[in-house]
Protein backbone atom coordinates (compact mmCIF):
# COMPACT_ATOMS: atom_id res chain seq x y z
CA UNK A 1 0.00 0.00 0.00
CA UNK A 2 1.20 3.79 -0.80
CA UNK A 3 -0.08 6.59 0.38
CA UNK A 4 1.13 10.14 -1.27
CA UNK A 5 0.72 12.55 1.12
CA UNK A 6 0.97 16.34 0.31
CA UNK A 7 2.47 17.86 3.45
CA UNK A 8 1.20 21.44 2.27
CA UNK A 9 3.44 24.46 2.38
CA UNK A 10 4.27 25.13 6.31
CA UNK A 11 5.13 22.64 9.28
CA UNK A 12 1.05 23.82 10.12
CA UNK A 13 -0.41 22.48 6.99
CA UNK A 14 -0.29 18.55 7.26
CA UNK A 15 -3.55 17.06 6.71
CA UNK A 16 -5.27 15.02 10.00
CA UNK A 17 -5.30 12.01 7.38
CA UNK A 18 -1.61 12.78 6.55
CA UNK A 19 -0.52 12.58 10.60
CA UNK A 20 -2.60 9.23 10.45
CA UNK A 21 -1.05 7.68 7.68
CA UNK A 22 2.88 8.87 9.16
CA UNK A 23 1.72 7.72 12.79
CA UNK A 24 0.70 4.09 11.23
CA UNK A 25 3.75 2.49 11.35
CA UNK A 26 4.40 2.68 7.70
CA UNK A 27 8.08 3.24 6.31
CA UNK A 28 8.35 6.90 5.38
CA UNK A 29 10.15 8.83 2.29
CA UNK A 30 9.91 12.22 2.26
CA UNK A 31 10.41 13.69 -1.74
CA UNK A 32 13.05 16.11 0.01
CA UNK A 33 13.71 16.74 3.54
CA UNK A 34 15.03 20.62 2.82
CA UNK A 35 11.18 22.65 3.10
CA UNK A 36 9.38 24.12 5.68
CA UNK A 37 6.89 21.70 5.20
CA UNK A 38 9.16 18.91 5.90
CA UNK A 39 9.13 19.98 9.26
CA UNK A 40 6.16 18.82 10.24
CA UNK A 41 6.83 15.17 9.40
CA UNK A 42 9.64 15.52 11.41
CA UNK A 43 7.84 17.75 14.79
CA UNK A 44 6.11 14.05 14.64
CA UNK A 45 8.99 12.26 15.66
CA UNK A 46 8.55 9.02 13.40
CA UNK A 47 11.83 7.60 11.52
CA UNK A 48 11.94 8.41 7.88
CA UNK A 49 14.49 8.93 4.65
CA UNK A 50 14.56 11.15 2.11
CA UNK A 51 15.26 10.77 -1.53
CA UNK A 52 17.31 14.50 -1.29
CA UNK A 53 20.11 11.60 -2.82
CA UNK A 54 18.77 11.38 -6.36
CA UNK A 55 18.72 15.05 -7.04
CA UNK A 56 22.33 14.69 -7.67
CA UNK A 57 22.04 11.62 -9.81
CA UNK A 58 19.91 13.20 -12.14
CA UNK A 59 20.39 14.63 -15.53
CA UNK A 60 17.57 16.84 -15.72
CA UNK A 61 13.84 17.55 -13.64
CA UNK A 62 12.23 14.68 -16.19
CA UNK A 63 14.61 12.36 -15.40
CA UNK A 64 14.56 13.14 -11.71
CA UNK A 65 10.89 12.46 -11.40
CA UNK A 66 10.71 9.28 -12.98
CA UNK A 67 13.55 8.13 -10.63
CA UNK A 68 11.67 9.22 -7.73
CA UNK A 69 8.82 7.14 -8.21
CA UNK A 70 11.07 4.35 -9.03
CA UNK A 71 12.53 4.66 -6.03
CA UNK A 72 9.19 4.43 -3.83
CA UNK A 73 7.64 2.01 -6.41
CA UNK A 74 10.84 -0.12 -5.50
CA UNK A 75 9.93 0.56 -1.79
CA UNK A 76 6.43 -0.96 -1.73
CA UNK A 77 7.28 -3.98 -2.93
CA UNK A 78 8.65 -4.57 1.22
CA UNK A 79 5.77 -2.92 2.41
CA UNK A 80 3.49 -0.19 3.18
CA UNK A 81 5.03 3.42 2.07
CA UNK A 82 4.13 6.70 2.98
CA UNK A 83 5.59 9.12 0.23
CA UNK A 84 5.55 12.74 1.39
CA UNK A 85 5.50 16.03 -1.28
CA UNK A 86 5.37 19.51 -1.00
CA UNK A 87 2.25 21.28 -1.48
CA UNK A 88 -0.74 18.83 -2.64
CA UNK A 89 -0.29 15.94 -4.13
CA UNK A 90 -1.12 17.02 -7.74
CA UNK A 91 1.50 20.02 -7.56
CA UNK A 92 4.52 17.23 -7.41
CA UNK A 93 4.88 15.27 -11.47
CA UNK A 94 6.51 12.11 -9.14
CA UNK A 95 3.62 11.68 -7.12
CA UNK A 96 1.38 11.38 -10.12
CA UNK A 97 3.58 9.36 -11.71
CA UNK A 98 3.34 7.19 -8.71
CA UNK A 99 -0.25 7.09 -8.46
CA UNK A 100 -0.71 6.03 -11.82
CA UNK A 101 1.81 3.30 -11.80
CA UNK A 102 0.18 1.61 -8.37
CA UNK A 103 -3.01 0.46 -8.34
CA UNK A 104 -3.12 0.43 -4.51
CA UNK A 105 -1.48 4.12 -4.14
CA UNK A 106 -4.38 6.67 -2.59
CA UNK A 107 -3.71 10.10 -2.25
CA UNK A 108 -3.84 12.44 0.96
CA UNK A 109 -3.84 16.37 -0.26
CA UNK A 110 -2.60 19.02 1.63
CA UNK A 111 -2.49 22.57 1.15
CA UNK A 112 -1.27 23.24 -2.58
CA UNK A 113 1.42 25.46 -3.15
CA UNK A 114 -0.81 27.58 -5.84
CA UNK A 115 -3.30 28.12 -3.15
CA UNK A 116 -0.83 29.00 -0.86
CA UNK A 117 0.80 31.82 -3.66
CA UNK A 118 -2.86 32.96 -4.65
CA UNK A 119 -3.66 33.73 -0.83
CA UNK A 120 -0.23 35.52 0.29
CA UNK A 121 -1.13 38.25 -3.18
CA UNK A 122 -4.94 37.80 -1.78
CA UNK A 123 -5.97 36.48 -5.05
CA UNK A 124 -9.11 35.15 -4.93
CA UNK A 125 -10.95 34.60 -8.13
CA UNK A 126 -12.83 31.35 -8.14
CA UNK A 127 -11.29 30.02 -11.89
CA UNK A 128 -7.51 29.86 -11.48
CA UNK A 129 -4.38 28.18 -12.86
CA UNK A 130 -1.39 27.05 -11.86
CA UNK A 131 1.61 25.03 -12.41
CA UNK A 132 5.43 24.16 -11.46
CA UNK A 133 7.76 26.06 -13.19
CA UNK A 134 8.96 22.67 -14.07
CA UNK A 135 5.88 22.05 -16.08
CA UNK A 136 5.06 25.23 -17.68
CA UNK A 137 3.26 24.71 -21.10
CA UNK A 138 4.82 25.56 -24.14
CA UNK A 139 1.91 26.08 -26.09
CA UNK A 140 -1.53 27.93 -25.41
CA UNK A 141 -1.96 30.52 -22.82
CA UNK A 142 -2.84 29.50 -19.12
CA UNK A 143 -5.81 31.12 -18.37
CA UNK A 144 -5.64 33.96 -15.58
CA UNK A 145 -5.28 34.40 -12.70
CA UNK A 146 -1.71 32.06 -12.90
CA UNK A 147 0.99 30.63 -10.24
CA UNK A 148 3.94 29.37 -11.27
CA UNK A 149 5.36 27.48 -8.03
CA UNK A 150 8.59 25.88 -7.46
CA UNK A 151 10.43 28.61 -8.80
CA UNK A 152 13.54 27.61 -6.98
CA UNK A 153 16.49 28.94 -8.49
CA UNK A 154 17.83 32.04 -10.52
CA UNK A 155 17.94 29.87 -13.97
CA UNK A 156 14.27 28.59 -13.56
CA UNK A 157 13.39 32.15 -12.75
CA UNK A 158 14.67 32.98 -16.48
CA UNK A 159 13.08 30.45 -17.76
CA UNK A 160 10.02 30.83 -16.55
CA UNK A 161 10.17 35.02 -17.00
CA UNK A 162 10.88 34.58 -20.74
CA UNK A 163 7.89 32.23 -21.27
CA UNK A 164 5.30 34.50 -18.90
CA UNK A 165 6.73 37.44 -20.80
CA UNK A 166 5.68 36.03 -24.09
CA UNK A 167 2.00 35.45 -23.44
CA UNK A 168 1.54 38.02 -21.24
CA UNK A 169 3.77 41.00 -22.00
CA UNK A 170 7.25 41.91 -20.21
CA UNK A 171 5.22 45.43 -18.16
CA UNK A 172 2.42 42.91 -16.91
CA UNK A 173 2.12 43.37 -13.08
CA UNK A 174 3.12 40.10 -11.39
CA UNK A 175 3.82 38.66 -7.70
CA UNK A 176 7.07 37.29 -6.44
CA UNK A 177 5.92 35.41 -3.30
CA UNK A 178 8.73 33.76 -0.98
CA UNK A 179 7.85 32.20 2.35
CA UNK A 180 4.48 33.52 2.08
CA UNK A 181 5.10 36.77 0.94
CA UNK A 182 4.07 38.79 -1.64
CA UNK A 183 6.17 41.00 -3.48
CA UNK A 184 4.68 43.16 -6.18
CA UNK A 185 6.95 43.60 -9.19
CA UNK A 186 7.20 43.81 -13.04
CA UNK A 187 7.03 40.55 -14.76
CA UNK A 188 10.38 41.36 -16.54
CA UNK A 189 11.92 41.56 -12.66
CA UNK A 190 10.78 37.77 -12.36
CA UNK A 191 14.76 36.61 -12.44
CA UNK A 192 16.66 39.99 -10.43
CA UNK A 193 15.01 38.93 -7.32
CA UNK A 194 17.59 38.41 -4.41
CA UNK A 195 16.78 34.64 -2.86
CA UNK A 196 15.14 31.92 -4.43
CA UNK A 197 13.92 28.44 -3.09
CA UNK A 198 11.23 26.19 -2.86
CA UNK A 199 8.55 28.41 -1.52
CA UNK A 200 9.24 30.54 -4.44
CA UNK A 201 6.49 30.89 -6.69
CA UNK A 202 5.05 34.00 -9.57
CA UNK A 203 1.64 35.18 -9.29
CA UNK A 204 0.07 37.38 -12.16
CA UNK A 205 -3.85 38.42 -11.82
CA UNK A 206 -6.24 38.90 -14.27
CA UNK A 207 -5.46 41.71 -16.51
CA UNK A 208 -7.87 44.00 -17.91
CA UNK A 209 -8.42 43.80 -22.08
CA UNK A 210 -7.25 47.63 -22.85
CA UNK A 211 -4.40 46.94 -20.07
CA UNK A 212 -3.05 44.18 -22.39
CA UNK A 213 0.08 43.95 -24.57
CA UNK A 214 -0.11 40.42 -25.47
CA UNK A 215 -3.59 38.78 -26.73
CA UNK A 216 -4.49 35.47 -27.86
CA UNK A 217 -7.28 33.79 -29.80
CA UNK A 218 -10.30 34.59 -26.99
CA UNK A 219 -9.20 38.03 -26.80
CA UNK A 220 -9.62 38.83 -30.66
CA UNK A 221 -13.28 37.24 -30.14
CA UNK A 222 -13.66 39.18 -27.60
CA UNK A 223 -12.76 42.52 -29.62
CA UNK A 224 -14.85 41.89 -32.50
CA UNK A 225 -18.25 41.25 -30.15
CA UNK A 226 -17.59 44.30 -28.13
CA UNK A 227 -17.72 45.91 -31.80
CA UNK A 228 -20.58 44.25 -32.77
CA UNK A 229 -22.68 45.45 -30.00
CA UNK A 230 -25.13 47.66 -29.97
CA UNK A 231 -22.93 50.43 -28.76
CA UNK A 232 -20.10 49.00 -30.55
CA UNK A 233 -18.79 50.46 -34.02
CA UNK A 234 -21.10 51.20 -36.55
CA UNK A 235 -19.58 49.89 -39.56
CA UNK A 236 -18.49 46.84 -38.24
CA UNK A 237 -22.22 46.06 -36.48
CA UNK A 238 -24.08 45.85 -39.99
CA UNK A 239 -21.98 43.84 -41.73
CA UNK A 240 -22.62 40.73 -43.06
CA UNK A 241 -20.75 36.88 -44.37
CA UNK A 242 -21.58 38.34 -47.90
CA UNK A 243 -20.81 42.14 -47.40
CA UNK A 244 -17.30 41.29 -46.12
CA UNK A 245 -16.67 37.80 -48.15
CA UNK A 246 -14.84 40.09 -50.38
CA UNK A 247 -12.29 41.06 -47.62
CA UNK A 248 -11.08 37.67 -46.93
CA UNK A 249 -9.77 37.73 -50.70
CA UNK A 250 -8.22 40.74 -50.32
CA UNK A 251 -6.38 39.85 -47.17
CA UNK A 252 -5.29 36.65 -48.84
CA UNK A 253 -3.86 38.18 -51.29
CA UNK A 254 -2.38 40.61 -49.04
CA UNK A 255 -0.95 37.97 -46.95
CA UNK A 256 0.85 36.40 -50.25
CA UNK A 257 2.18 39.77 -51.89
CA UNK A 258 4.15 40.18 -48.53
CA UNK A 259 5.22 36.25 -48.71
CA UNK A 260 6.38 37.09 -51.69
CA UNK A 261 8.23 40.10 -50.82
CA UNK A 262 9.81 38.43 -47.67
CA UNK A 263 9.27 40.99 -45.44
CA UNK A 264 8.64 39.36 -42.17
CA UNK A 265 6.68 42.24 -40.97
CA UNK A 266 4.26 42.30 -43.26
CA UNK A 267 3.84 38.79 -43.33
CA UNK A 268 2.65 39.44 -39.56
CA UNK A 269 0.35 41.58 -40.18
CA UNK A 270 -1.12 40.53 -43.24
CA UNK A 271 -1.67 36.99 -41.49
CA UNK A 272 -3.55 38.84 -38.51
CA UNK A 273 -5.72 40.04 -40.87
CA UNK A 274 -6.15 37.09 -42.30
CA UNK A 275 -6.92 35.32 -38.78
CA UNK A 276 -8.99 38.30 -38.04
CA UNK A 277 -11.30 37.42 -40.97
CA UNK A 278 -11.92 33.94 -39.59
CA UNK A 279 -12.66 35.18 -36.41
CA UNK A 280 -15.08 37.92 -37.85
CA UNK A 281 -17.28 35.27 -39.45
CA UNK A 282 -17.35 32.96 -36.70
CA UNK A 283 -18.53 35.87 -34.27
CA UNK A 284 -21.37 36.51 -36.99
CA UNK A 285 -22.41 32.74 -36.94
CA UNK A 286 -22.70 32.53 -33.62
CA UNK A 287 -24.78 35.36 -33.72
CA UNK A 288 -26.94 33.55 -35.79
CA UNK A 289 -27.11 30.31 -34.13
CA UNK A 290 -25.40 28.92 -36.79
CA UNK A 291 -21.82 27.69 -35.07
CA UNK A 292 -19.81 29.53 -32.93
CA UNK A 293 -15.85 30.05 -32.71
CA UNK A 294 -15.44 27.30 -30.71
CA UNK A 295 -17.31 24.98 -33.07
CA UNK A 296 -14.74 26.79 -36.09
CA UNK A 297 -11.63 25.57 -33.97
CA UNK A 298 -12.99 22.39 -33.21
CA UNK A 299 -14.13 21.86 -36.89
CA UNK A 300 -10.60 22.54 -38.06
CA UNK A 301 -8.47 20.68 -35.43
CA UNK A 302 -10.85 17.43 -36.24
CA UNK A 303 -10.29 18.30 -39.78
CA UNK A 304 -6.37 17.87 -39.39
CA UNK A 305 -6.27 15.13 -37.77
CA UNK A 306 -8.88 12.71 -39.51
CA UNK A 307 -6.91 14.16 -42.80
CA UNK A 308 -3.20 13.41 -41.33
CA UNK A 309 -4.39 9.44 -40.52
CA UNK A 310 -0.75 8.56 -41.55
CA UNK A 311 0.25 10.77 -38.40
CA UNK A 312 -2.73 9.93 -36.15
CA UNK A 313 -4.61 6.64 -37.23
CA UNK A 314 -3.03 3.41 -39.54
CA UNK A 315 -2.49 5.01 -42.76
CA UNK A 316 0.92 4.93 -43.86
CA UNK A 317 3.46 7.90 -46.03
CA UNK A 318 6.90 7.77 -46.70
CA UNK A 319 6.96 11.04 -48.51
CA UNK A 320 5.56 14.42 -49.31
CA UNK A 321 3.45 12.38 -52.13
CA UNK A 322 2.34 10.04 -50.09
CA UNK A 323 1.10 12.33 -47.52
CA UNK A 324 -0.99 14.15 -50.19
CA UNK A 325 -2.04 11.25 -51.41
CA UNK A 326 -3.75 10.33 -48.13
CA UNK A 327 -4.79 13.85 -47.45
CA UNK A 328 -6.80 13.92 -50.81
CA UNK A 329 -8.33 10.09 -49.79
CA UNK A 330 -9.35 11.96 -46.86
CA UNK A 331 -10.81 14.77 -48.12
CA UNK A 332 -12.80 12.79 -50.87
CA UNK A 333 -14.60 10.72 -47.89
CA UNK A 334 -15.04 13.67 -45.43
CA UNK A 335 -16.66 15.58 -48.31
CA UNK A 336 -18.71 12.44 -49.58
CA UNK A 337 -16.67 12.84 -53.03
CA UNK A 338 -18.03 9.19 -54.60
CA UNK A 339 -17.84 10.46 -58.12
CA UNK A 340 -15.60 12.15 -60.30
CA UNK A 341 -18.00 15.21 -61.03
CA UNK A 342 -17.82 15.70 -57.44
CA UNK A 343 -14.48 15.67 -57.19
CA UNK A 344 -13.92 18.54 -60.34
CA UNK A 345 -16.75 20.88 -59.45
CA UNK A 346 -15.90 20.78 -55.76
CA UNK A 347 -12.95 23.07 -56.76
CA UNK A 348 -14.21 26.96 -55.61
CA UNK A 349 -15.62 29.22 -58.14
CA UNK A 350 -13.76 32.25 -56.54
CA UNK A 351 -10.40 30.74 -57.33
CA UNK A 352 -8.19 33.21 -59.24
CA UNK A 353 -8.70 31.71 -63.38
CA UNK A 354 -5.62 30.11 -63.70
CA UNK A 355 -5.82 28.34 -60.61
CA UNK A 356 -9.00 26.91 -60.71
CA UNK A 357 -7.99 25.86 -64.44
CA UNK A 358 -4.60 24.03 -63.37
CA UNK A 359 -7.08 22.37 -60.22
CA UNK A 360 -9.78 21.47 -62.00
CA UNK A 361 -7.96 19.58 -64.76
CA UNK A 362 -5.59 17.95 -62.55
CA UNK A 363 -8.70 16.75 -60.31
CA UNK A 364 -9.68 15.07 -63.87
CA UNK A 365 -6.72 14.01 -64.96
CA UNK A 366 -7.03 11.37 -61.87
CA UNK A 367 -9.67 9.40 -63.18
CA UNK A 368 -7.71 9.27 -66.83
CA UNK A 369 -8.96 11.99 -68.42
CA UNK A 370 -5.90 13.94 -69.28
CA UNK A 371 -3.86 14.70 -72.44
CA UNK A 372 -0.44 12.09 -72.62
CA UNK A 373 1.99 14.43 -71.77
CA UNK A 374 2.94 18.48 -72.82
CA UNK A 375 3.83 18.00 -76.29
CA UNK A 376 -0.10 16.49 -76.63
CA UNK A 377 -1.35 19.38 -74.92
CA UNK A 378 0.39 21.61 -77.33
CA UNK A 379 -1.64 20.42 -80.36
CA UNK A 380 -4.72 21.78 -78.47
CA UNK A 381 -3.46 24.87 -77.94
CA UNK A 382 -2.86 25.12 -81.96
CA UNK A 383 -6.26 23.84 -82.45
CA UNK A 384 -7.79 26.67 -79.89
CA UNK A 385 -5.72 29.60 -81.19
CA UNK A 386 -7.35 28.81 -84.79
CA UNK A 387 -10.73 28.61 -83.34
CA UNK A 388 -10.19 32.20 -81.81
CA UNK A 389 -8.49 33.58 -84.74
CA UNK A 390 -11.94 32.40 -86.86
CA UNK A 391 -13.90 33.92 -83.91
CA UNK A 392 -12.43 37.47 -84.81
CA UNK A 393 -12.64 37.69 -88.46
CA UNK A 394 -16.28 36.96 -87.43
CA UNK A 395 -16.40 39.80 -85.39
CA UNK A 396 -18.48 38.21 -82.98
CA UNK A 397 -17.98 39.54 -79.41
CA UNK A 398 -19.24 36.30 -77.55
CA UNK A 399 -17.87 33.74 -79.62
CA UNK A 400 -14.45 35.31 -79.43
CA UNK A 401 -14.75 35.72 -75.48
CA UNK A 402 -15.69 31.36 -75.34
CA UNK A 403 -12.62 30.52 -77.55
CA UNK A 404 -10.60 33.11 -75.97
CA UNK A 405 -11.10 31.32 -72.53
CA UNK A 406 -10.60 27.62 -74.13
CA UNK A 407 -7.14 29.27 -75.42
CA UNK A 408 -6.27 29.88 -72.13
CA UNK A 409 -7.55 26.77 -70.67
CA UNK A 410 -5.33 24.58 -73.18
CA UNK A 411 -2.08 26.53 -72.25
CA UNK A 412 -2.69 26.19 -68.76
CA UNK A 413 -3.35 22.70 -69.46
CA UNK A 414 0.20 22.73 -71.36
CA UNK A 415 2.34 24.11 -68.24
CA UNK A 416 0.88 21.94 -66.01
CA UNK A 417 1.59 18.65 -68.04
CA UNK A 418 5.15 20.45 -68.15
CA UNK A 419 5.03 21.11 -64.65
CA UNK A 420 4.19 24.39 -63.89
CA UNK A 421 2.09 26.03 -60.96
CA UNK A 422 0.13 28.37 -63.41
CA UNK A 423 -0.93 30.90 -61.32
CA UNK A 424 2.34 31.60 -59.74
CA UNK A 425 3.94 31.20 -64.27
CA UNK A 426 1.58 33.82 -65.12
CA UNK A 427 2.14 36.34 -62.44
CA UNK A 428 6.22 35.88 -62.33
CA UNK A 429 5.67 36.63 -65.81
CA UNK A 430 3.31 39.40 -65.31
CA UNK A 431 6.06 41.24 -63.31
CA UNK A 432 8.18 40.62 -65.48
CA UNK A 433 6.64 42.45 -68.22
CA UNK A 434 5.40 45.18 -66.09
CA UNK A 435 9.56 45.75 -64.99
CA UNK A 436 10.28 45.22 -68.86
CA UNK A 437 7.72 48.11 -69.52
CA UNK A 438 8.87 50.79 -66.70
CA UNK A 439 12.62 49.82 -67.74
CA UNK A 440 11.62 50.66 -71.10
CA UNK A 441 10.21 54.16 -70.80
CA UNK A 442 13.11 55.13 -68.63
CA UNK A 443 15.63 54.61 -71.71
CA UNK A 444 12.58 56.64 -73.61
CA UNK A 445 12.25 59.56 -70.65
CA UNK A 446 16.59 59.56 -70.40
CA UNK A 447 16.63 60.25 -74.38
CA UNK A 448 13.82 63.23 -73.74
CA UNK A 449 11.10 61.79 -75.60
CA UNK A 450 7.41 59.85 -74.69
CA UNK A 451 5.87 56.93 -75.51
CA UNK A 452 3.10 58.05 -77.15
CA UNK A 453 5.03 59.53 -79.96
CA UNK A 454 6.98 56.91 -80.89
CA UNK A 455 5.62 54.30 -83.38
CA UNK A 456 5.38 50.81 -82.90
CA UNK A 457 8.51 49.52 -84.16
CA UNK A 458 10.52 52.42 -81.92
CA UNK A 459 8.81 50.81 -78.98
CA UNK A 460 9.63 47.58 -79.95
CA UNK A 461 13.02 48.55 -80.52
CA UNK A 462 13.37 50.26 -76.75
CA UNK A 463 11.68 47.21 -75.57
CA UNK A 464 14.31 44.66 -76.71
CA UNK A 465 17.01 47.26 -75.62
CA UNK A 466 15.29 46.74 -72.25
CA UNK A 467 15.21 43.24 -72.35
CA UNK A 468 18.80 42.92 -72.98
CA UNK A 469 19.83 45.11 -70.32
CA UNK A 470 17.66 43.30 -67.56
Known sequence: M??????????????????????????VLLRTGETPAAEGVKALGVEYSTLDYIYGASRNFDTLNKKLAAAVLAAAKEGDVVYCVDGAVPDDISARIVLSKSRTARAVCGVSKADAAFNACRVYAPAR???????????????????????????????????????????????????????????YELDR?????????????EIPLLQKTRFDYDDLVEIL??????????????????SIRKNMIEEAYELVDAIRSGDDGKILEEAGDVLMQGAFHSVLGQERGAFSPEDVLSAVCAKLIFRHSHIFGADKAENAEGALSVWEKNKAEEKG???????????????????????????AAKFGYDFKDAYEAAEKVKEELGELLAAVEEKNAAHIAEEAGDLLFSAVNVGRLAGADCEESLQASTDKFTERFCRTERLILAEGKRMQDLSADELWDYYERAKRNG
Open 2 to 27: ITVVGLGCSAEDLPEGGKQALLSGAK
Open 129 to 187: SACSAYDLPQSGRPALPLAVYDIDCDLVASDVKLRLCELYGDEADAFFVRGGRAKKIKL
Open 193 to 205: QKEYGATCAAVIG
Open 225 to 242: RRLRAPDGCPWDRVQTHE
Open 337 to 363: QKTASDTVRDVPKVFPAAMRAQKAAKR
